[in-house]
């Protein structure tokens, strides 16, 4: 059974980092199904922190996210793939194509920056004002925001979401 104690301010891996078959695909699915947790937590703390909206697996997997080198193990391309797939489908990430090997790394998905972003401008006051892309991602306003620097595309998307709803 798998087990992960809360990351620290400044990221650390988590314990069940250290766990051997953590590394590995395990068979009994509930097993399972907490281990694709867990991973979730590790993949989008570890991209957090390092501020990287991109991941390229062949990268990854040579990184110390998939790979540990104080205990020996690494996961396998086709296991990372699977990991990654799953946050694809939770809409924590976005293939960039068809091959596999790039995927955009959301740590909210945009409707959930879409919501951050239009309280930020209706707290703020900016409803009748009109600002560019470039001000809301890079301003001096929104330097404490959670959208501040964040990855152009996404930051799009976001966008495309709030147009959508109006």
């Not at 930051?155 to 709803?165: G, N, Q, T, W």
Request: hydrophobic share 35%; aromatic share 14%.
């Amino acid at each position: 059974v798998f087990a992960c104690s809360s990351m620290a301010t400044s990221y650390s891996f988590p314990s069940c980092y250290s766990f051997p078959p953590f590394f590995t695909f395990q068979p009994v699915v509930s097993t399972r199904e907490k281990q694709f947790r867990l991973w979730k937590d590790v993949i989008l703390g570890y991209c957090h922190y390092h501020k990287m909206h991109t991941l390229d697996v062949n990268e990854a997997l040579r990184s110390p996210l998939f790979h540990n080198k104080e205990i020996d193990r690494k996961c396998s391309p086709e296991f990372a793939t699977t990991l990654l797939q799953d946050l694809v489908r939770q809409g924590n990430a976005e293939w960039e194509d068809n091959t596999k090997k790039r995927c955009r790394i959301y740590f909210r998905s945009p409707q959930d920056y879409a919501d951050v972003l239009y309280r930020w401008i209706v707290d703020t006051g900016h409803t009748d004002n009109v600002m560019t892309v470039f001000e809301l991602l890079h301003g001096d306003d929104t330097k404490d925001t959670e959208f501040h620097d964040l990855d152009p595309h996404v930051f799009h998307k976001v966008l495309r979401v709030l147009e959508d709803r109006s």
